[in-house]
């Protein structure tokens, strides 16, 4: 299977919360990415956790890491329009320098 | 300051030619990563140079082959191009300091269409 797993959409209302999930496999990855890609452009590096931490908050942007599951979830805070994109989650094993990214999860706001 | 900057923005070949992408990083990053986006799917990595030396190659055919110049700007080259290699071509730059947490930067990519 994949080394890293994400369900392939979400579609929420404005103003709500939504949550992105994603599993990884490799119980040596270090550290955890979200990336966020609109529509035409490349990806852009959203927040990132390291391996010996459960949460991370930055603004409207919750990470929440479980190691022993192995289960990385993104928690955006009172959605807006301009957050549609595709987000990729990504993890880094140790001693690598490269990323492994998911499949994507294209979140879909409607108003 | 410039992101990282990739030509040509869309590409359309035919089977059987060869393709060359470039990309010019980020002032001061030294590492530069090649990464294929197929339709619906997450990157896949190509390679990642640094200081001019492969760092790290992905699981790809040699048909795909790859340099970084002295200012840090880098070439993919694919050969013999196949109907499959159509997708969005990324190149991401870092500091390439080594350090476990090195953040990649994208550029917008290069989408190669292949007839």
């Known amino acids: 299977g994949e080394d890293v797993e994400q369900s392939l959409f979400l579609s929420v209302r404005e103003g709500d919360s939504s949550v992105i999930n994603c599993t990884y496999t490799?119980?040596?990855?270090?550290?955890l990415y979200w990336y966020k890609q609109e529509p035409g452009a490349g990806l852009q590096l959203l927040t990132y956790?390291?391996?010996?931490?459960d949460m991370k908050q930055d603004q409207r942007l919750t990470v929440l890491l479980n190691k022993k599951d192995k289960h990385l979830s993104l928690r955006i805070a009172d959605t807006q329009t301009g957050d549609s994109a595709i987000y990729f989650c990504a993890e880094k094993r140790g001693g690598s320098y490269i990323p492994t990214f998911g499949r994507g999860t294209s979140l879909i706001v409607h108003p | 300051d410039a992101g990282v900057t990739q030509s040509p923005t869309h590409l359309i070949k035919t089977r059987g030619q060869h393709v060359t992408l470039r990309c010019s990083p980020i002032?001061?990053?030294?590492?530069v990563s090649w990464y294929q986006q197929v339709l619906g799917q997450g990157p896949q990595f190509i390679f990642q140079y640094y200081e001019k030396e492969e760092r790290g190659r992905g699981n790809f055919p040699d048909r795909f082959s790859a340099r970084q110049f002295p200012n840090y700007s880098s070439e993919l080259n694919v050969n013999a191009l196949l109907l499959g290699d159509s997708a969005l071509y990324l190149c991401?730059?870092?500091?390439?300091?080594?350090?476990?947490?090195?953040?990649?930067?994208f550029g917008s990519g290069t989408q190669l269409s292949v007839l």
């Open positions: 490799d119980s040596s990855s270090t550290y």
């Open positions: 956790i390291f391996s010996n931490m």
């Open positions: 991401a730059s870092s500091l390439g300091a080594g350090t476990e947490n090195e953040k990649l930067f």
């Open positions: 002032s001061g990053h030294k590492s």
